[in-house]
């Protein structure tokens, strides 16, 4: 079994910053790509940035300059940095990772419960 845990979602002002952080756990044999997605009531589930084992990294265009993805490899987490929040960024934030396990070296998408962010005017 796989989990993520997500934290640091919360209420911050327009033009303020959070840092949500993930970590995984459980009966992990290999982390390959890992990324955060977020839904908006109404809308569909979207990539908001995403982060290979090598650390290569892409981002949704609305968040570019304004967001910043990293992993750290030993501890098993994905952290996102978010500055300049907008109101348009309030939404529920999903953290994902494609993940090998112990008993199945194939690698499949794990992903967290989700944390929200509201953004205020």
């Known amino acids: 079994q796989v989990r993520l845990v997500e934290s640091g979602g919360g209420l911050v002002q327009a033009g303020g910053s959070l840092r949500l952080s993930c970590a995984a756990s459980?009966?992990?044999?290999?982390?390959?790509?890992m990324a955060w997605y977020r839904q908006a009531p109404g809308k569909q589930r979207e990539l908001v940035a995403a982060?290979?084992?090598?650390?290569?990294?892409n981002y949704a265009d609305s968040v570019k300059g304004r967001f910043t993805i990293s992993r750290d490899n030993a501890k098993n987490t994905v952290n996102l940095q978010m500055n300049s929040l907008k109101p348009e960024d309030t939404a529920v934030y999903y953290c994902?990772?494609?993940?090998?396990?112990?008993?199945?070296?194939?690698?499949?998408?794990?992903w967290g419960q989700g944390t929200q962010v509201t953004v205020s005017s």
């Open positions: 982060i290979t084992s090598g650390g290569s990294t």
């Open positions: 459980g009966s992990i044999f290999s982390i390959n790509a």
């Open positions: 994902m990772g494609t993940i090998g396990t112990m008993t199945s070296e194939r690698r499949a998408d794990y």
